[in-house]
């Protein structure tokens, strides 16, 4: 049997209402795990920084994170505060900064990640490796898909 359109529309409006659901209970869940005064924005870019082990433009992080450079720039400051990252002028061009984990950030998310991971790995483990290996592919290509389209 054919699908329809209002049969697609409905898979859908399905699919991405799980996606969202799912995305709004994990970040509750981490946000709750993290170490106190630090929120899931902060850890996401000291994970990103440490994965990528070199620095990063204000912009190239904002363009990664797919938020403002104003929003960027915030919660940068509160990292730079908190003394988890240093923010250097660019030295070719001195209008640009670069953003780099420091000492402290790398440990800041060393804990951060053991304070998650035991919650990350228990989902997982509910759901069991297979599945959670066969879905990876799709939710990629559905990543990869809007930002294409984005």
């Known amino acids: ?20 659901m799912a995305d709004q209970l994990a970040r509750s ?3 709750k795990a993290l170490p106190k005064g630090m929120e899931l924005s ?9 994965h ?3 620095e990063k433009s204000p912009a190239q992080l904002a363009k ?11 919660t940068l400051g ?3 505060t908190a003394g988890y990252v240093h ?17 402290a950030g790398q440990q800041a998310r060393d804990a951060a990640l053991a304070l998650i991971a035991p919650l990350l790995s228990e989902v997982v483990s509910d759901l069991g490796d297979h599945r959670v290996r066969g879905v990876l592919p799709v939710l ?8 294409d389209d984005g």
């Open 1 to 20: 049997m054919a699908q329809t359109p209002s049969d697609s529309n409905a898979l859908a409006v399905s699919l991405f209402s799980e996606i969202l």
């Open 29 to 31: 869940r981490l946000s």
């Open 42 to 50: 902060h850890f996401s870019v000291l994970n990103h920084l440490a």
């Open 52 to 54: 990528t082990n070199s």
């Open 64 to 74: 990664a994170f797919h938020v403002t450079r104003g929003a960027m720039t915030n």
């Open 78 to 80: 509160k990292l730079e």
């Open 87 to 103: 923010i250097r002028p660019d030295w070719d061009d001195a209008r640009r900064k670069m953003v780099a984990i420091s000492t």
């Open 140 to 147: 990629r290509e559905l990543r990869v898909k809007l930002e």
